[in-house]
C-alpha cells in the first residue's frame, strides 16, 4: 500500500489543525494505521493508532484529550485532528501501516510498521 500525507502547516500556540493520510495500491480496510511524528534531535514517537476497522485507538499520553486519529475506509483515508497545539507538538508527522493480521493493532516500535507515507511538517508557533 503506498501512503500519502498531507495537511501540515504552521499554526499558533491554542490552534487546530487536521492532518490526512491517503492510502493507495491495496485493500486499505486491511490496515492498522499510526501516525508517528519526528521532531529534530528526538526519535520517531507514535502518536496515535487505529484499528483496520475503526473500533479500537491508542493515544501518546501528551495528546489525549487534544487529539483524535479516525478513518474513513471508503475513501481510504485516515486523519488525525490535532487542537490546543503547543510547541512541543512541532514535528514531522507520519502516517503508517501495519497488516490487520498483525498480533496487535499497534506498536511503539516503528519498525513493526511495514508501510510509511514521507511525512508533513507541523508547525507551533508560540
Known amino acids: 500500500v503506498q501512503l500519502q500525507a498531507s495537511g501540515g502547516g504552521l499554526v499558533p500556540a491554542g490552534g487546530s489543525l487536521r492532518v490526512s493520510c491517503a492510502a493507495s495500491?491495496?485493500?486499505?480496510?486491511?490496515?492498522?494505521m499510526a501516525w508517528f511524528r519526528q521532531a529534530p534531535g528526538h526519535e520517531r514517537e507514535l502518536v496515535a493508532a487505529?484499528?483496520?476497522?475503526?473500533?479500537?485507538?491508542f493515544y501518546l499520553d501528551s495528546v489525549k484529550g487534544r487529539f483524535t486519529i479516525s478513518r474513513d475506509n471508503g475513501k481510504n483515508l485516515v486523519y488525525l485532528q490535532m487542537s490546543r497545539l503547543t510547541p512541543e507538538d512541532t514535528a514531522v508527522y507520519y502516517c503508517?501501516?501495519?497488516?490487520?493480521?498483525?498480533?496487535?493493532?499497534?506498536?511503539?516500535?516503528?519498525?513493526?510498521?511495514?508501510?510509511w507515507g514521507q511525512g508533513t511538517q507541523v508547525t507551533v508557533s508560540s
Open positions: 503508517a501501516a501495519k497488516g490487520w493480521t498483525s498480533d496487535t493493532y499497534y506498536s511503539t516500535e516503528a519498525s513493526a510498521y511495514n508501510y
Open positions: 487505529i484499528s483496520y476497522a475503526g473500533g479500537r485507538t
Open positions: 495500491g491495496d485493500t486499505f480496510g486491511r490496515y492498522n
